[in-house]
């Protein structure tokens, strides 16, 4: 039987989202408050993954594609997400 090695930390396209994992979320960062619950972290992320905010990325390459051709950003994150490249970057298969 193959076994195939993952990354700890598969890359991910995304605007706020860095190749190395960093996330660009304001509650993880200078909006951080030990009372918020896990329900409004999961909140955030999932605005985060919903609503993909180019203003103010992380990717700084996803974030021009996004703004500038919507069609082009939604066929790179298919074809992240299925593995693959994305300009110079490979991306492992996730879905």
Known sequence: MKHRKLNARPKVYHPNIDLEGNVCLNILREDWKPVLSI?????????????????????????AVLRDNPKMFESNVRRALSGGYVGQTFFQRCI
Not at 40 to 63: C, K, M, R, S
Request: hydrophobic fraction near 35%; glycine fraction near 4%; charge should be negative.
């Open 39 to 63: 329900n409004t972290i999961i909140y955030g992320l999932y605005h985060l993954f919903t609503e993909p905010n180019w203003e103010d990325p992380l990717n700084h390459d996803a974030a």
